[in-house]
């Protein structure tokens, strides 16, 4: 066990590690950042914050060092480096879980070698045959980079052939993952913890709404069938198992017509669809991942209330700073905001949760909400 009092390090100054770093502060443990850019949103609350390149082995080492434990806010950090520092101090998780979920070729075939069910796929390398590939898929399909994609970066639906071409000239020379497309009646994920002893405990299952491939909307409890949130929770526990993770994982999963349900991507670290986590349970992601990686006891989530998550993003700012008083006037309504310099459109700079006493009133009074704050 990592007692209160030490320093838990975080490589990535985002969001997920501000958010991070409040919880463990909260609980006595000083926390160290690592980011490339200077003035990041957890440096802002972080005991100490080193700005370098991740590359950079002889910084990276007196960081690690440092550190009685290092963990991740971001899963695209560079495996070599990581390899690198692994005799200097405990990594939760382990870099080859990182290396495994940054690469959507590992990702899939991890994924069939384990047995999880998951769309068809097909690989193609580096200048590889890419319409080859696209007809192993079919059409249609989603074709996507191999490496470092989130909020739908880098990826492109072929819905039908009038679409290969542009497919064929954007990702051309490039390494892809060509996915078959799901005919989803909704996307759901569960955030689970696994601790180096084994304990698991996993978060109520989110309903996810995304608009422009960022999500808007995280809807709990998900409006599915018990038997379909049970099967995911199972299927995040198992996978968490299977992959030795030690830390927290968000496992984003597809359902079917039939109620089948199907692993889309792996986040080996807190995941936006989780912030609900903040105001309607008994225990925050972020608590339980510094419990996870530190060896304490987790806890047993409980979902205090029904509730929504509403991403805010830097499209708010288009008329000038959104109109927070209106929002914080809502006594059902808690505002979570990133300390982010710049509002870009895309950018993720905060969210907000809404508590009700059924989703479908949450849901109604977060669009409302976010209307009034897009104005």
């Not at 963990?71 to 070599?80: I, L, Q, W």
């Not at 405990?90 to 899939?108: D, F, Y």
């Not at 496992?251 to 889309?264: A, D, T, W």
Request: hydrophobic share 45%; aromatic share 6%; glycine share 8%.
């Amino acid at each position: 066990m990592i007692p209160a009092g030490k320093t838990i390090g975080v490589l990535g100054g985002g969001q997920l590690g501000r958010m991070l770093a409040q919880a463990a502060k909260r609980m006595g443990y000083r926390l160290h950042v690592f980011e490339p850019q200077a003035r990041c949103p957890a440096g802002a609350v972080a005991d100490m914050e080193v700005n370098a390149a991740y590359e950079d082995i002889a910084v990276l080492s007196a960081f690690a060092r440092e550190c009685d434990v290092l963990t991740y806010e971001f899963e695209n950090v560079p495996s070599a480096p990581l390899r690198a520092i692994e005799s200097l101090t405990k990594l939760c998780p382990h870099w080859n879980v990182l290396e495994t979920a940054q690469n959507r070729s590992r990702e899939k075939n991890w994924l069939k070698r384990n047995g999880f069910p998951h769309a068809r796929f097909a690989e193609v390398a580096a200048n590889g045959d890419l319409l080859a590939g696209i007809r192993e898929a079919g059409v249609p399909c989603v074709v996507k980079t191999a490496d470092f994609g989130y909020d739908g970066k880098g990826q492109l639906k072929v819905m039908t052939e009038a679409d290969v071409p542009a497919a064929l000239q954007r990702f051309a020379g490039q390494p892809v993952v060509i996915e078959q497309f799901v005919n989803f009646t909704c996307e759901v994920s569960a955030v689970v913890a696994r601790s180096a002893a084994g304990e698991m405990e996993v978060f109520p299952v989110a309903e996810n709404i995304h608009t422009n491939h960022i999500l808007d909307f995280s809807i709990v409890p998900a409006r599915v069938p018990a038997a379909v949130a049970s099967r995911a929770e199972a299927m995040a526990q198992e996978i968490a198992e299977r992959i030795g993770l030690v830390g927290v994982m968000g496992v984003e999963l597809f359902v079917g017509h039939g109620g089948e349900v199907l692993v889309n991507e792996l986040a080996p670290r807190t995941h936006n669809s989780g912030h609900y986590t903040m105001d309607a349970c008994n225990v925050s992601q972020f608590e339980q991942q510094v419990r996870a990686i530190c060896g304490l006891p987790l806890v047993k989530p409980a979902l205090r209330s029904p509730v929504v998550m509403v991403n805010i993003l830097g499209d708010a700012w288009a008329k000038g700073e959104p109109d927070w008083a209106a929002l914080r006037a809502r006594p059902d309504t808690h505002l979570h905001l990133y300390g982010k310099a710049e509002a870009r459109p895309g950018r993720k700079m905060g969210h907000f949760n809404v508590l009700a006493g059924d989703v479908e009133s949450a849901l109604a009074r977060a669009r409302v909400a976010k209307a009034e704050l897009y104005r």
